[in-house]
């Protein structure tokens, strides 16, 4: 299902991640839960950070795991920095 968003490059609500978040817990599945942050992260979303917190306190996870999530988060934060320098460059190239 989570691929399909990606695949169709559709953003999910931030509600709906929850709920497969939710799911996730209810299966005892961190790999699913894992795989809602690296989509959340692939889209550069705010609740990525959220998602990744939750994912370590609800879930028995490995030290590869936790570095993952810490890449997928810093990789969502670094998105979100590039994408406002570059606005910001646009904005100032067009004056």
């Known amino acids: 299902m989570l691929g399909l968003f990606k ?5 999910p609500r931030n509600e709906l991640l929850n709920e497969f978040m939710d799911n996730a817990k209810a299966s005892n599945s961190p790999a699913q839960a894992i795989e809602i942050v690296r989509l959340a992260s692939a889209f550069s979303l705010p609740v990525c950070e959220g998602l990744a917190q939750r994912v370590m306190t609800d879930f ?3 030290q590869e795991q936790k570095e ?6 810093a990789s969502a934060s670094d998105s979100d920095s590039d994408s406002s320098s570059d ?5 100032n190239e067009g004056k």
Request: charged share 20%; proline share 0%.
């Open 60 to 62: 028995a996870i490995s």
């Open 7 to 11: 695949k169709h490059n559709k953003i």
């Open 68 to 73: 993952a999530l810490g890449h997928l988060t």
């Open 87 to 91: 606005s910001d460059g646009d904005i």
